[in-house]
């Protein structure tokens, strides 16, 4: 426990602990690995990262590296057939080539 009360998960706090791995999930690669294990399928999962989506108000948005991505995974994440596409390398690809797009924006 830190000086304020709050509990420490191998010398971090929840709230930093939910920060990295929400971030985490910008990436499409976890993604893909988090389907194939089977994660994507367990509703106890799934109602974690709905739960995630308080990222998305202002006083937890501005910790985000990648809030566009990020979020927009969390969002996706809460849709079945995004759940089972995501497995597919053709998906995978077009995550990838959106987020390169994106980040290179008007250098082309």
Do not use: H
Request: charged share 20%.
């Amino acid at each position: 426990m830190t000086d304020s009360g709050e509990p420490q998960y191998g010398g971090f706090s929840r709230f930093e602990l939910e920060l990295e791995f929400v971030q985490a999930l910008a990436n499409p690669w976890y993604l893909n690995y988090l389907a194939t294990q089977k994660y994507l399928d367990d509703p106890a999962f799934i109602a974690y990262l709905d739960y995630l989506q308080y990222f998305s108000q202002p006083k937890y948005l501005k910790y985000l590296s990648y809030p566009g991505p990020t979020l927009r995974t969390l969002e996706l994440l809460q849709q079945e057939r995004f759940r089972k596409d995501i497995l597919m390398p053709n998906t995978v690809a077009q995550l990838i080539e959106e987020g390169v797009k994106a980040s290179i924006g008007g250098l082309l």
